[in-house]
């Protein structure tokens, strides 16, 4: 696999003392030093009649740097080395989901998560992490709400399954939950989840808190089905797991019934992050909202797991 030893950025009219001085502070950038002369000559398609046509630039002051790709580093640290999609974090080297001809994902699952951005970080790096670390990157914070959505039997085609099974059977299965599941599906056949979620996701970096991990591994071993755990087990490995961060006006509010502590620290990671939360928790949005407070969130609509 092909690897670029260093990245060159031209500017060719230049560039501000300030953010020159950033890009090297960040991302350890020289001066190639290139001199231009006066004017450059740029040759064109032909014209009628055999004329040529010339367009003539000046680049004097233009600016060139170069990153080195393994020297890249914020405040002398190592900055984080993010993926092209399609790939998983898997003892160094990424496992390509075409390589796995044992997992057989639906066509929608794969596409959410292929189009992910994944970041290879070890466990050091991800606690020593800061959010300035991520300069450029676009991230979005997953509550356990989206994560379910993702790997739910009512996402991934299970749709006509469970309409196939009789009413007895299905309120024998879902007990309680099961006018809360019903709906979900009736709501799958109309606006297939993972298209919404696609849209939203697609060339992101997801992180996660220590927090939701816990969460959503408890409710996938005791409420998944072989299938939900095994895209459960995937999908894990595209996510940046990071430690709890509290934030301290988040943590100002009350804890209430509607402001439940777990909450808190998981939306706090979006505010640590300078993240939106993707959620279905809208109890827990309105709640906050109602405190005068503002909280960048992304809503979906909530899937549960079927057992499947």
């Known amino acids: 696999m092909l690897k670029p030893s260093s990245v ?142 993702l790997v739910s039997g009512i996402s991934n085609g299970g749709t006509h399954k469970l309409l196939a099974a009789s009413e007895n059977e299905l309120r024998h299965r879902f007990k309680s939950s099961y006018d809360f599941v019903f709906k979900q599906v009736m709501s799958e056949l109309d606006h297939p989840i993972l298209v919404e979620l696609a849209n939203v996701i697609s060339g992101k970096m997801v992180v996660i808190c220590g927090t939701v991990l816990s969460e959503f591994k408890e409710l996938v071993l005791m409420c998944g089905g072989p299938d939900e755990k095994l895209r459960a087990e995937q999908l894990v490995k595209y996510l940046m797991v990071v430690p709890d961060h509290p934030s301290t006006r988040m943590m100002g509010l009350p804890t209430t019934r509607k402001l439940a502590l777990k909450s808190k620290v998981i939306f706090s990671t ?36 079927t057992g499947d």
């Open 8 to 149: 060159i950025l031209f500017f060719s009219k230049g560039l501000d003392g300030i953010v020159r001085k950033k890009i090297e502070d960040q991302f350890g950038a020289s001066d190639l030093g290139v001199e231009f002369s006066q004017f450059d000559f740029q040759f064109s398609e032909e014209l009628e009649d055999e004329w040529v046509n010339v367009h003539a630039r000046s680049y004097h002051g233009a600016c060139v740097l170069e990153i080195k790709v393994d020297d890249i580093s914020v405040n002398g640290r190592s900055r984080l080395k993010c993926s092209a999609k399609n790939s998983f974090f898997k003892s160094g080297r990424p496992v390509l989901l075409e390589e796995q001809p044992e997992i057989n994902f639906s066509k929608a699952f794969y596409s959410v998560i292929s189009e992910m951005k994944v970041c290879f970080l070890d466990t050091k790096e991800v606690e020593s992490a800061r959010a300035e670390d991520l300069f450029g990157e676009d991230l979005i914070n997953f509550d356990t709400t989206a994560l379910i959505a």
């Open 270 to 305: 979006g505010d640590h992050w300078h993240a939106p939360t993707l959620t279905a928790n809208m109890g827990f949005v309105r709640a906050v909202s109602q405190t005068g407070m503002s909280l960048s969130t992304i809503e979906h609509r909530p899937r549960a797991l």
